[in-house]
C-alpha cells in the first residue's frame, strides 16, 4: 500500500491546521486546528474542518500528534475527539492547554493524551515518530520525522529559528541535518507564514528588552496588550516588571488561565514571589509602579483592551500618563479593529507603541532565510509548503525549487499525495468540507444560516405585522412596518408611511378569500414590497410578513 498524505486544512489559509498520514493500516493526524473567520462570516466564532471526511479512516486511526498548543492547531481536536476515540499525542505544555479547552467540552476527563518529550521516540500505528524541538511564539513546540515503509517525512509544525531562544533550546537543525545525511528524506512539509519576509526574524529575547526600556522610561502605567499564548512573552513582561520596580496585574480569562497553566507546568517562574497583583489592586499603588497585561491586542470589540480604552473596563481605565504597548501582530483581516483601539487609546491620553513604530514584537515564524536553513538541513527529495494562503505556498515551493529540491509542489486542502518507492504523485482529491461554529460549538451554523446573515448585514430587512379578522378578512391591526439597514433616518418617514400604502393597497386588491388565507396575503405584500424598495430605494431588503388571523 502507498503512504496517503492528506492536507485537511491550512494549505490555502491561515489557520485550520490538519494532516492526514495513511498507510492503509494505520493513519494518523497531525494537528487539529480552527480558523477564525473574517468579516463577511457574521456571527461565527470559528471555524473547524468537518471531521466525517475521516469515517472511512475510523478503524485505523490511531492517535492524533499535536505540534504546539495555539488555536489554529489544537482548536478542533474537542469536535475530533467527539467522534473518534483517540490518544492525543503532545508535550506537557500543549497538553495543558489543550485541557483547558477539552474542560469547556467536558471531554477532559475521557480523553487519552499522552505527554510526549520534545526530543523523543514513540510508535502511532505502523509510524516510527520521533518529535524535534521548534522554536516559536508559545514554548514546548515540536516538529515530527515519520518514518514508515514508504520512507522518512518530516513536518516542522510552526517554527523559527531563533539564535537566543528564551527556554535556552533551539529549533533542532543539527538533528535534521543528521537524519538526512544518515537516512535520506522522502518528503518536507513546511512552515510558509513569513516567506513573505526576508531575511531572519528576530529573536524573542529582543522583545524583552524593548519593553524593559519601556518599563523604566514610562512615566506611569503601562498597559501591554498581546496573546495570552505567548508564554515566553508573558515571562519577559514579568521579569522586565521586576527589574524596574513594577507589579503586573492579569486581566482577560485566557491570560489569567494561561499564566496558571504555565506556573503550574513550570514554563514560567515569578521573578519575585509577590510580583502578580489582582486587577483591582491596579489603582491602589502608584502609576509608576504598575504594569497590566491583558488580551485583546487584535481590537475584538468586547475585548479588556478594547473596554480599557473607552473606559468600560470594571478596574482598569485608560488615562493621561498610561503607556499602552500593542504587543503582537497586525493580523491581516484586523486592522481596522487595532486602529479603532489605537485610537481610542491616543483619545483616553495614553502614548501607544505598536509594532510598527517600536520592537514590541517579533514573530515565532521563519522568514526567507530561516526557510532557506530549513530546507537545506533536510535536504528531501520532496516538498510541500504547508500553513500559508495560495501565494506564500506558491513563493515557498519556489524557494525550495531554486534550492535544489528535485520535486517541490504545491497542494491546497483535500489533495492526496501519494508516496511510493520515494516518490511523490497526486491522486486525485478528498472532499474536504467545514463548519461554521457559532457560540460554545453548541449548534454549527450552516452555510446557508450564514448566507440570510450575510444577506441581512447588506441589505437591511422590513418587517410588517399585520392582522386580520378570520371570519370577514378586515384589518383588525396594522399594517405596522419595522425597518432596519434599509432607509436612511431622511428618507425613513416617507418611505415607511409609503410602504405602508403598498400593504393596504395590496390588501385592498386582494379578494375575500384571499384575505382569510394569510399565507397567500403573505406572499402578495413580500412581492409588492420588494417591487417597491427596488424601485424606490434601488435595493432588494429581505422581506419579513408577519399576518395574524384573529
Ligand atoms: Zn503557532
Ligand atoms: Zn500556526
Known sequence: MPLRIV?????????????????????????????????TMLGVDYIVPDFGVLREAAGRLAGLL????????IGSASF??????????GTPLTLGLLRNRLAEFDLDASARLVPIERSGRFRVGNFDVESFPVCHSIPDGVGYVFRCAEGVFVHTGDFKIDPSPPDGVPTAIERLSRISSEEKVTALFSDSTNVERDGHS???????????????AAPGRVI????????????????A???HGRRVALCGRSMVRNVATALDLGYMKLPRPDILIPVEDAEKLPDATVAVLTTGSQGAPRSAATLMALGEHKYVRVRGGDTAVLSSKFIPGNERAISSVSN??????????????????VSGHASREELKIMVRAVAPENFIPVHGEPRFLVRHRNLARELGVPHAEMALNGDILEFSGGRMRFAGKLEVGRFFVDGKGVGAVESLVLKDRYQLSKVGMVMVVLALSSTTGEILYGPDIVTRGVVTENGSEASVDEAREVVLKTWEESGIEARKDPAEIQTDIRRALRRYFNKRLDRKPVILPLVLEL
Open 66 to 73: 499535536l505540534t504546539h498548543g495555539h488555536e489554529d492547531h
Open 202 to 216: 528576530l529573536s524573542e529575547s529582543f522583545v524583552g528588552e524593548a519593553l524593559a526600556e519601556i518599563f523604566e
Open 344 to 361: 481610542h487609546l491616543f483619545l483616553a491620553g495614553a502614548e501607544v507603541l505598536h509594532e510598527k513604530i517600536s520592537e514590541v514584537h
Open 80 to 89: 475530533l475527539l467527539k467522534d473518534f476515540d483517540i490518544p492525543v499525542y
Open 7 to 39: 492536507p485537511l486544512g491550512g494549505l490555502g489559509e491561515i489557520g485550520l491546521n490538519s494532516m492526514l498520514f495513511d498507510d492503509g493500516e494505520s493513519a494518523l493526524l497531525v494537528d487539529a486546528g480552527l480558523l477564525f473567520p473574517d468579516d
Open 224 to 239: 501591554v496588550a498581546m496573546f495570552s499564548s505567548n508564554i515566553h512573552r508573558i515571562q519577559g513582561v514579568l521579569s
Open 241 to 243: 516588571a521586576a527589574r
